[in-house]
């Protein structure tokens, strides 16, 4: 089992700045993919970004340019860097760890974080 503990949200001007966090604990496999999703009302759950243990990353074209996702290994922590926040980015931000072994993927969820981004 890996448990995810989030952390940064909260209410930000438009244009404004936050930074998630996301601890990991538990059985940590070394290879895994962390990342950032969000669930807007009314909207399908969407990914954000997400980063590899080598530090490979992948961002939604709607937050290129705008949020960089981090990691610290030793710390099994993942980041998000939100930077020029708009309204549409106001949503529950997700954590997500996955690890894949033996063909098996194990995927795990944090509890989730309010993101409101006011005009």
């Known amino acids: 089992q890996v448990q995810l503990v989030e952390s940064g949200g909260g209410l930000v001007q438009q244009g404004g700045s936050l930074r998630l966090s996301c601890a990991a604990s538990?059985?940590?496999?070394?290879?895994?993919?962390m990342g950032w999703y969000r669930r807007a009302p009314g909207k399908q759950h969407e990914l954000v970004a997400t980063?590899?243990?080598?530090?490979?990353?992948t961002y939604a074209d709607s937050v290129k340019g705008r949020f960089t996702i981090s990691r610290d290994n030793a710390k099994n922590t993942v980041y998000l860097q939100m930077n020029s926040l708009k309204p549409e980015d106001t949503a529950v931000y997700y954590c997500r760890y996955s690890t894949s072994s033996a063909g098996t993927v194990r995927e795990y969820w944090g509890q989730g974080t309010q993101v409101t981004v006011s005009s």
């Open positions: 980063i590899t243990n080598g530090g490979r990353t």
């Open positions: 538990g059985n940590i496999f070394s290879i895994n993919v």
